[in-house]
């Protein structure tokens, strides 16, 4: 198979595809099986015993699902991926996959909203200790780190307030620790490449940007095959003590050994937590979205194009005491956005009006833009956060989220630029 460099010809080349090896059809087939036929009884107990790599089961693996990981693990420049039923079950099998009762690990306060209820209480509740870092001083790691701490964990540009995270400076840190870094990437597809900043692991919420059509949950971990697991064997238990569920197999040895790849992450993964927790991603799901990948190196380019359109629009308006976005930032943070991001800054943009009535007013009076709690549709998206998703949590703690009363989070789509910002236009307005 030829390899590409470039994202939009990966995005519809990538991974081991060319045709249906059965019919020739060059879309990737659906799929929609639960079992595959063993071809003998010696085949099936080595696929069971991991001497030979193959599809046992669709819980597992699929070959429709199998082409989507190729493809997105080859987009992030990585060894191989897992693709799993959505983005939350990929936040959640990135940690425990890592760290077990009595470990910890260090994440960015900067964090999705489902991400910290799934730190703070779930993980929580299964002896994983989360301890929270200000990005804005990447030695908040290491200030947070003890024996027990398994992994860092940041989101490369995390909304409301859209600082860049410092990538290459904590997974420094982590690297002379054996610690590596998981960086949730859903906002930023093709624009920020983790792996090659230093990051180990990099998740995506599928939902999101590389789906784009608001069809079809999906997430995806992706091993970077660059962290060294056996430096310090005490550092990574879950990957070098004998695995009982598999007749006492050591991960960071036997992996190498049997795929020729440094990845026992996103095999201990697959074999153990998906078969175990199962939370698969469907043939057909992996198909739409396989469908949204095609696409998403032209769409975040009119995704990028037109937030900073939006961005110098808003600018304008006297309304707008506010206007959030990575280059918007001063100094260093600002400096992240230009050193992590590369052929643009994003589709989400932040504004203040001020007041939670003019926050909740202008979503009132939007007529193209779709009012909903997502992000990285091809169409643009609003909310106010501080009225829906933060409405819970006391004034204070809105505010140290970055979610002041007036705050407006956009998303901005695909369409013509003029449309949307037409619509921001008529709303300020009235
Ligand atoms: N990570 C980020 C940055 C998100 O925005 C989301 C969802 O909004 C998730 C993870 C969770 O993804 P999903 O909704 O696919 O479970």
New binding site residues.
Partial sequence: MATYKNPETIALHGGDYRSDPATTAVAVPIYQTTSYQFKNAETAANLFGLKEFGNIYTRIMNPTVDVLEKRVAALEGGAAALAVG??????AYCVQNLAQTGDNIVASTD??G??VNLFKNTLRQQGIEVRFADPADPKNFEKLTDDKTRAYYG?SC??PYLRVFPIKEVADIGRKKGIPLII?N??APIICKPLEHGATIV??????YIGGHGTS???IIVDGGNFDWIKDRKRQPLLNEPDQSYGGAVWADAVPVLTGANIPFIIRARVVLLRDLGAPLSPFNAWQIIQGLETVGLRMKQHCSNAEKVVAFLETQKKVKNVIYPTNHQGEIKDRALRYMKGGYGSLVGMDLGTIENGAKFINNLKMFYHV????DARSLAIHPASTTHSQLPPKDQLAAGVTPGYVRLSIGIEHPDDIIADIRQSLAA
Avoid at 86 to 91: D, K, L, Y
């Fill in positions: 959505s983005g939350q079950a990929a936040s964090l999705y489902g991400t989101e995390p909304n949730d859903t906002a998740m995506h919420s599928l939902t999101k949950i999906g997430g709690a997502n992000i990285g």
